[in-house]
């Protein structure tokens, strides 16, 4: 959103302003403002249901100063900046507490200050409504959806002179009356639902790809795996493995005293176009106790202690950068499923199977958006995260799913 970015804008301003004043090096101050600022964004503190809340800000902005104070004190230490360790200090306790007083206001006199955009909605409401009333929601009411028609030529103009805004909620009813519309609809903003839902959900749900069939079942078999993001799979599998080999070497030796061998959980799950691959994490649960019927609802029962720490924080599967090392998986994609849940989904959830037109991923837009699923319905809805990351895909959104994979840990979202 544009306020959103202002937003940002300023908090640059005043980042800057006030890590000059304690720091008093160009170098420093750029450095405390980029990374506070890039950690800020990982934990999502720019979202707008954050943005207006001054708890979730100022705890959201202190971990940011927290992990930028760590950077910095690492460069003054080694490369010795002539500056007092206490106004680094002082910069961390002071910066989240004024960007938390700032942002909740200006969030509030941004939403009072915009105006709602008002649509004319082509398509049926009983349809639409429910995916129309969530993007008003969501938006905090800066949409939203006065009127609908069924294709009529007739009610459409009597209708459109009333809005600035057109919404195309079903191509296919819109297809049947473009050619007699053209003159009353050209000078209107006019927006599709394929394109609104996903900037405003971050999803593409269900029942909007079933009304843009063809559009999305193109833009789907489009999707391919690039050099870049192989590249990125390669050095992030590399410094994982590095970084993760301590944790995984002292998680080993806790899950061997606590429970005995094997020590790496092992299960054939489906990857990229379907093919079957060898699923490897740190074990987790206990040996017994496991029932074939019901595997989820045995979990908190069966889980070791070291596993309740190690599924919280997802170290359980740092083994998996080995696999992104081999190919197997990637950094980011859909997350890899069981074989017997992929056939059920793959019956019951339309488009499921586009999910494999990429590798699995360790982190994903699904993980770091949505819940732990546990029925039907909620595995629809991340299948629906998941069908956008394959339809948007970019290195660019590859890197930020990776940093928000950051406030995924920190708020254990997901984690089960």
């Known amino acids: ?68 104070f760590l950077f910095v004190i690492s460069v003054v230490s080694i490369f010795d900046f002539n500056v007092s360790k206490y106004n680094i200090l002082y910069l961390n306790l002071l910066l989240p507490i004024a960007l938390s007083a700032v942002n909740p206001i200006l969030f509030k006199i941004s939403l009072k200050t915009t105006k709602p955009k008002k649509y004319l909605v082509i398509g049926r409401q009983e349809e639409l409504k429910p995916i129309l009333d969530e993007i008003t929601q969501k938006s905090k009411g800066r949409y939203v959806f006065a009127d609908f028609i069924n294709p009529s030529p007739v009610t459409f103009r009597q209708k459109v002179i009333h809005y600035d805004n057109v919404l195309i909620g079903d191509y296919e009813l819109y297809e049947r009356i473009k050619d007699e519309i053209q003159d009353d609809i050209k000078l209107k903003n006019v927006e599709y639902l394929s394109e609104l839902s996903e900037r405003i ?28 993001k192989r590249l990125l799979d390669i050095i992030g599998g590399t410094f994982g493995l590095i970084l993760f080999s301590p944790f995984m070497l002292i998680t080993a030796i806790m899950i061997l005293i606590e429970d005995g061998r094997p020590v790496v959980f092992k299960q054939l799950r489906v990857g990229k176009d379907g093919k079957y691959f060898e699923f490897i994490k740190l074990r987790s649960l206990k040996n017994d106790g496991f029932d074939s019927n019901n595997p989820n609802g045995t979990i908190e029962k069966r889980l070791l202690k070291i596993g309740k720490v190690i599924r919280s924080t997802r170290t359980d599967e740092s083994l998996q950068f080995w696999l992104i090392l081999k190919g197997k998986m990637s950094l980011v994609g859909p997350r890899p499923e069981m074989i017997e849940y992929h056939r059920l989904y793959s019956q019951q959830i339309p488009f499921y199977e586009y999910r494999l037109k990429l590798k699995p991923g360790l982190t994903g837009w699904a993980q770091i958006n949505f819940k732990h699923t546990t029925t039907l319905e909620e595995y629809m809805k991340k299948t629906e995260y998941d069908l956008y990351y394959i339809k948007n895909r970019s290195t660019l959104m590859d890197l930020r799913i990776i940093l928000q994979t950051i406030e995924v840990i920190f708020w254990r979202k997901g984690a089960k």
């Open 1 to 68: 959103m544009y306020f959103n970015l202002a937003i940002l804008l300023t908090n640059v301003g005043i980042t800057v302003l006030l890590s000059d004043i304690f720091l008093k090096n160009a170098v420093l101050v750029i450095l405390k403002s980029f990374f506070f600022l890039l950690f800020a964004f990982a934990l999502r503190t720019y979202d707008d249901d954050n943005l207006e809340s001054f708890n979730e800000s100022v705890v959201r902005f202190y971990i940011s100063a927290f992990l930028s």
């Open 201 to 228: 959900l971050k999803r593409i749900p269900i029942a909007v790809i079933q009304k843009f069939k063809e559009y999305y079942e193109l833009e789907f078999n489009r999707a391919k795996e690039s050099p870049a």
